[in-house]
């Protein structure tokens, strides 16, 4: 069984972890197919949308302890497996100049639950849930946790969220303003890739420099800000899909956007 599924389909990369059996949590081969995904979306300019999810009843455990060798004498090197798999993911994720949507389809625990924050927007299935699991088994949150809650969340909840371990509801994820929206069980799939689609026919660059620009401001001035602006929109001018967005406008008529 492949621990990750890729299909692409009219511009939109289907991304599914696929060890169910273990709750789809992270060990190598799942990061080297994640790590091969992101190539394949980085260089095929026919993918214009990723759609992140996993299949069977959970989203990801996290981390797959069981691979984890307890006997060992001596300390143990946790920042290594960060710096080889979870770092590089999470900024190629940030970096690339595409939207990730998650459908998060059940737990998302631990690496599992902030790998889905690093994604650009995040349905929720109604049954779905979050957990910041680190403090059970005497860690910190990783894999961006600590950047993403406190900024997604606000310092109170997330220092809560982090220090006691406690399950965050669907309902919840959705009120602190975690995931965008939430959707029945049963509808995930088809609402999630309607998203993707909708946004793979957009207008590719356009959204590859909002999600810069969005990203951007957290450590931007204002005045930095605007001057990204003014770069992102003088960028965007020399392209067709601005004509296009005009002249459709004009005509009254739906785009026909590109990709440039």
Not at 200 to 209: D, I, K, M, V
Not at 231 to 253: H, S
Request: glycine content about 10%; charged content about 25%.
């Amino acid at each position: 069984m492949k621990p990750i599924l890729v299909a692409v389909e009219a511009g939109v990369q289907r991304i599914t972890l696929n060890r169910p059996e273990k709750l789809n949590a992270f060990n190598p081969a799942v990061h080297q197919g994640l790590a091969d995904a992101m190539t394949r979306a980085e260089t095929d300019a026919t993918i214009r949308c990723l759609l992140i999810t996993g299949a069977g009843r959970g989203f990801c455990a996290g981390q797959d302890l069981t691979e984890r060798d307890m006997k060992a004498v001596g300390p143990i090197d946790l920042g290594s497996g960060l710096e080889t798999w979870y770092h590089p993911l999470i900024k190629r994720m940030r970096a690339l100049p595409k939207p990730i949507i998650c459908a998060v389809n059940g737990v998302a625990a631990g690496a599992g639950a902030n790998f889905a924050l690093a994604c650009d927007i995040v349905l929720a299935a109604r049954s779905a849930s979050f957990i910041q699991a680190f403090v059970k088994i005497g860690l910190v949150p990783d894999c961006g946790g600590s950047y993403f809650l406190p900024r997604l969340a606000g310092t109170q909840r997330a220092m809560a969220l982090a220090m006691t371990g406690e399950r965050l509801s669907a309902e919840d994820a959705e009120r602190y303003g975690i995931v965008w929206k939430i959707v029945d069980d049963d509808k995930l799939a088809q609402e999630s890739m309607a998203l993707a689609s909708r946004l793979a026919a957009g207008p590719t660059r356009s959204l590859g420099f909002i999600k810069q620009a969005m990203y951007a401001s957290v450590d931007n001035t204002l005045a930095a800000q605007l001057d990204l602006e003014r770069d992102l929109q003088r960028e965007i001018g020399k392209g067709g899909d601005y004509r296009e967005g005009v002249t459709a406008f004009l005509e009254k008529r739906k785009p026909d956007f590109k990709g440039w």
